[in-house]
């Protein structure tokens, strides 16, 4: 007897629960059904406030950004960045670890389309999505668009699904 397998290029997006790009990465997969986490610094820390118990992350032992930022970048198969307009701060610190790890990397813009970045993720076999991008206070805007462009983006990979005979 053979059986139908769902295929879907990428599994999971995590992130690290900040304002602005984290929460709306977060706030997609839980509107949209899909598996979602990371990690978050001790006690939920977040430059707004103690993040929400609804968002699946798990805590570092430390309270600093640094080494939440290094255990999501190592524990994802790839990162992708999403950018106003220059790296700094953490989301620099994202990058340069991504290099240095050799993790599959990509920086968009939230005005981009995301269909490019679905062979991207097949091709670097890419089940879980490390996604980071600046905080609010740092990026007026990074919510709403975020939000937008990772709901297209989820629509994209779900859209892609292939099944597979077993």
């Known amino acids: 007897m053979t059986t139908n397998k769902i295929q879907i290029p990428c599994q999971k997006l995590i992130s690290g629960g900040q304002s602005g790009v984290d929460h709306a990465v977060l706030d997609v997969?839980?509107?949209?059904?899909?598996?979602?986490?990371?990690?978050?610094?001790?006690?939920?820390?977040?430059?707004?406030?103690?993040?929400?118990?609804?968002?699946?992350?798990?805590?570092?032992?430390?309270s600093n950004y640094e080494n939440r930022t290094r255990?999501?970048?190592?524990?994802?198969d790839g990162t992708l960045i999403v950018i106003s307009e220059k790296l700094e701060g953490g989301t620099l610190l994202t990058q340069q670890l991504a290099l240095e790890l050799k993790k599959p990397l990509r920086i968009v813009h939230p005005e981009d389309n995301p269909t490019h970045l679905i062979p991207w993720l097949s091709i670097n076999n890419i089940k879980t999505l490390n996604v980071a991008g600046p905080r609010q206070s740092e990026w007026n805007n990074a919510?709403?668009?975020?939000?937008?462009?990772?709901s297209e983006?989820?629509?994209?990979?779900?859209?892609?699904?292939?099944?597979?005979?077993?």
């Open 153 to 166: 983006l989820v629509y994209k990979i779900k859209s892609s699904a292939s099944y597979i005979q077993l």
């Open 143 to 150: 919510y709403a668009l975020t939000y937008r462009f990772i």
């Open 71 to 76: 255990k999501n970048v190592t524990e994802s």
């Open 29 to 62: 997969c839980l509107n949209y059904s899909f598996p979602c986490g990371g990690w978050c610094p001790k006690n939920r820390k977040a430059e707004d406030g103690r993040i929400p118990e609804i968002y699946p992350l798990q805590e570092t032992k430390e």
